[in-house]
């Protein structure tokens, strides 16, 4: 039995160095990001000679730093994309810096913070930088130069001209000036396979009374109709947004992007959401659904237990194994149903949009090489290499004449073709991530289509949401 | 004299003070100071805003849903793994059966548990975390397929789908990966209590649950308030933070029934680009983390034996 003094003068070393065990890892999640660094950014490289080759006046020997998000799509069209510009502009050769990453935003916080961002960015994945606060703080490079150059394939022609309705649109923020690029093109909607239907003898239901019915009829036969991923439940507004702008009009999803008070409450969100509460009350959904995550209710509706899945065009490329287990899958996509015969836009409106935004930082040292970059990437001969390697379409309208298109993505060019004008493009998903995506996503339309709120209940939660959204100093607002 | 050995103790202390203040000390002082600007994160262009940050805090609810899932499961992970690691512990080194040879001994093939017992420990946290993902599918996972296996075809949870019961899903796989690594070091110090104690204890007839209580348990003791500490970190910190992240609904759901505080910083800051913000929400984890370490300085000095 050790003396007193010795045991309390050990005591108190045990108790300062437990302390400082404590301490060290708390602090390391608060001080895992430090600013710091001048905000340089005077040495740009100098412009070069102008002329109809080089319409952006690009420094022909600068060299050209390039970061691409590495995820379903790659990397490898970013890398063709710039061979291409090193034949273009030969004194550059070996002076690309290019870099993959999943993790855009810790990779590059550091470097926009000391004032030596790249000059081409793919801000795309999980750690997408914030584009409010990007736009906010005045931290990137407005890409109208490069919409008014020539494109490469028509010299005629504009490249603003010669992409996909909305995608000049998406880059902007409330103002005139085109912040950032979405390259790839996603239709959103309901995937399902022509193979499985046509075993229920259906084809797919093009209003809402047929579409419970093939549920009816799948469920005597113990297939479910619809599955989601409810981890992530912001999947099921793919197909539940446009449906509430083909009852109600696009003003009400203009409304809701615009934040506008009530602008849940309309008549046409109640309709759409009693819809597809419908779908749960009636036992309709793969049950666990709610447990799911994108891959789990992917497998699930790829091995045919359930029809019908919201989902963005990604889905071929990302769950292509399983869709190529199940044989002849037959995938297609189908803009949401009719509800009744008074919606106010046709059969065929669905939501298609950009994906992958790219950006050139303002302090970018050669922000030209980066918009020409983007440029060789917007010509055909490279959207077709992008749509050949990754099946998906690009922003670039039309390019995927004689390719042999995958059936989702070929579902996806009729899907498009029929909309025609009828094409939305809810912002709500890239202006207030966090309102779109934990709160109504997560909080109130999983919540919904787990039986845990009824639509009036999950309606009045999202308004709750929308208006603290609104009224919250902290986040930029847009309008559209 | 006494002056100068204080010099030469300054001496040896000057070189590991500096590398902490450097390391330890400076990133303190910048979060706490970062926690009163508007910073975002993504430029070096911020604000001082005073205590906006915090005023914000004591509104906004997903903070202090954070706040009560952080705390419960500080409260609720170290008691659960370390009960359950003193159990496997005891049963592994005392609990056997008492044969002529020897006083003490753990119950048979004690070995092989062991190992079995400190294999999680060898996989990583988001391994275990999308092993545990896999076991909790609704649709497919092996949880449910044992419940209709055995007939329960009634009995079909969605687990981490449901709000109800998805934190406790979280902690039971906390629970699995570090239980391990607590039998093995409550093993080590269970060897080190003298013989001599359990024989005494014998002849005046002790059970094993005395022999527990009354013996190991407070002989122990130390080793179980390290252990408290280390649990106690894991459950506010990273730890918590991989598993949530990867296994929750959301991440943080359903409807916020997961939210812990590391997750929270980690969303405002690389979601929101509002770091200054996040920083806030840290120093706010710092507190909780100080109150639970005096309680657990008081609690353990309280209860501590000498021998």
């Known amino acids: 039995m050790g003396s007193t003094s010795e045991t309390s003068r050990r005591d108190l070393i045990k108790r300062s160095v437990a302390l400082g065990v404590f301490a060290v890892p708390t602090m390391s999640v608060l001080a895992s990001c430090a600013s710091g660094g001048d905000s340089g950014g005077g040495d740009k490289v100098d412009k070069g000679t102008k002329s109809a080759k080089n319409p952006l006046a690009v420094n022909e020997s600068a060299a050209l730093d390039v970061v691409i998000f590495d995820g379903g799509f790659g990397d490898k069209y970013a890398k063709d994309a710039e061979a291409q510009y090193a034949v273009a502009h030969p004194k550059t050769k070996g002076k690309i810096k290019h870099a993959s990453t999943q993790k855009i935003q810790s990779t590059l916080q550091p470097r926009f913070n000391g004032g030596n961002p790249p000059d081409l960015v793919d801000n795309s994945g999980a750690e997408q930088m914030d584009f409010s606060t990007l736009v906010g703080k005045d931290q990137l490079t407005d890409l109208t130069p490069l919409l008014d150059a020539p494109s490469i394939d028509d010299p005629s022609k504009k490249v603003r001209d010669t992409l996909r309705p909305g995608v000049v649109e998406m880059g902007q923020f409330g103002g005139s000036e085109i912040w950032t690029l979405y390259y790839a093109y996603t239709v959103y909607g309901v995937w399902y396979s022509k193979t499985n239907l046509k075993k229920l003898d259906a084809e797919y239901p093009e209003n809402w009374d047929d579409m419970?019915?093939?549920?009816?009829?799948?469920?005597?036969?113990?297939?479910?109709?619809?599955?989601?991923?409810?981890?992530?439940?912001?999947?099921?507004?793919?197909?539940?947004?446009?449906?509430?702008?083909k009852i109600g009009g696009a003003e009400v999803l203009r409304r809701i992007d615009n934040l506008e008070p009530g602008a849940w409450k309309d008549p046409a969100v109640r309709a759409a959401f009693e819809a597809y509460y419908e779908l749960y009350k009636k036992g309709y959904i793969l049950k666990g659904s709610p447990g799911l995550d994108h891959l789990q209710s992917q497998k699930a509706w790829a091995e045919g237990k359930a029809l019908f899945i919201p989902n963005g065009s990604w889905v071929e490329n990302e769950s292509g194994k399983q869709i190529e287990a199940a044989g002849n899958f037959d995938l297609a996509v189908g803009a949401p149903s009719s509800l009744n015969s008074s919606d106010k836009m046709p059969f065929g409106t669905l939501w298609a949009s950009g994906g992958e935004p790219f950006i050139v930082p303002k302090q970018a040292k050669n922000a030209e090489g980066g918009m020409e970059l983007l440029r060789i990437m917007l010509?055909?001969?490279?959207?077709?290499?992008?749509?050949?390697?990754?099946?998906?379409?690009?922003?670039?309208?039309?390019?995927?004449?004689?390719?042999?298109?995958?059936?989702g993505l070929a579902s996806a060019q009729q899907a498009l073709a029929k909309a025609g004008k009828n094409v939305l493009n809810p912002r709500l998903q890239d202006w207030y991530v966090a309102l779109q995506k934990e709160k109504i996503g997560v909080g109130c339309i999983g919540e919904m289509m787990a039986g845990r709120l009824t639509p009036a209940e999950a309606i009045n939660k999202i308004q709750k949401y929308a208006d603290e959204t609104r009224k919250d100093s902290s986040v930029k607002k847009y309008k559209r | 004299?006494?002056?100068?050995?204080?010099?030469?103790?300054?001496?040896?202390?000057?070189?590991?003070?500096?590398?902490?203040?450097?390391?330890?000390?400076?990133?303190?002082?910048?979060?706490?100071?970062?926690?009163f600007t508007d910073w975002t994160g993504l430029s070096s262009d911020f604000g001082m805003v005073g205590f906006d940050n915090y005023a914000r805090l004591f509104q906004d609810g997903v903070f202090w849903s954070a706040v009560?899932?952080?705390?419960?499961?500080?409260?609720?992970?170290?008691?659960?793994?370390?009960?359950?690691?003193?159990?496997?512990?005891?049963?592994?080194?005392?609990?056997?059966?008492?044969?002529?040879?020897?006083?003490?001994?753990?119950?048979?093939?004690?070995?092989?548990?062991?190992?079995?017992?400190?294999?999680?420990?060898?996989?990583?946290?988001?391994?275990?975390?999308?092993?545990?993902?896999?076991?909790?599918?609704?649709?497919?996972?092996?949880?449910?397929?044992?419940?209709?296996?055995?007939?329960?075809?009634?009995?079909?949870?969605?687990?981490?789908?449901?709000?109800?019961?998805?934190?406790?899903?979280?902690?039971?796989?906390?629970?699995?990966?570090?239980?391990?690594?607590y039998v093995v070091l409550f093993s080590a110090g269970m060897s080190s209590i003298p013989k001599d104690f359990y024989e005494a204890a014998l002849l005046d007839g002790a059970g094993r649950a005395n022999t527990f209580f009354r013996i190991t348990l407070p002989l122990l003791w130390d080793t179980v308030q390290t252990g408290w500490i280390y649990m106690g970190i894991l459950a506010l910190d990273v730890s918590a933070f991989a598993f949530v992240q990867i296994m929750s609904v959301g991440p943080g759901g359903p409807d916020y029934s997961t939210e812990v505080l590391p997750l929270y910083v980690y969303q405002k800051t690389f979601r929101d680009g509002q770091a200054g913000y996040a920083t806030a929400i840290g120093v706010s984890l710092l507190i909780v983390t100080l109150i639970f370490a005096a309680v657990v300085m008081r609690l353990g000095r309280r209860e501590r034996l000498e021998f």
């Open chain 2, 1 to 35: 004299m006494q002056h100068g050995k204080y010099r030469f103790i300054a001496g040896f202390l000057i070189l590991p003070l500096a590398i902490y203040a450097v390391f330890v000390i400076s990133p303190f002082v910048q979060a706490i100071y970062y926690s």
């Open chain 1, 379 to 407: 010509s055909e001969k490279s959207s077709k290499n992008f749509t050949k390697q990754v099946s998906s379409l690009t922003s670039l309208n039309g390019g995927t004449e004689g390719l042999s298109l995958p059936p």
């Open chain 2, 68 to 181: 009560g899932n952080s705390v419960t499961l500080l409260l609720l992970l170290p008691v659960v793994t370390i009960s359950l690691a003193l159990f496997f512990a005891f049963m592994l080194n005392v609990g056997g059966r008492r044969t002529k040879k020897a006083v003490i001994g753990g119950v048979r093939g004690s070995g092989t548990y062991k190992i079995l017992y400190f294999f999680p420990q060898v996989l990583s946290v988001p391994i275990v975390a999308l092993l545990f993902q896999f076991a909790y599918n609704p649709e497919s996972g092996a949880i449910n397929s044992l419940l209709s296996a055995v007939g329960l075809d009634s009995v079909q949870p969605d687990w981490l789908g449901d709000p109800q019961l998805a934190l406790w899903c979280v902690m039971a796989a906390m629970v699995w990966a570090n239980v391990g690594f």
């Open chain 1, 212 to 245: 419970l019915a093939l549920c009816a009829k799948a469920k005597k036969k113990g297939i479910a109709g619809w599955t989601y991923p409810g981890k992530y439940p912001y999947y099921v507004p793919f197909s539940l947004y446009p449906f509430i702008a």
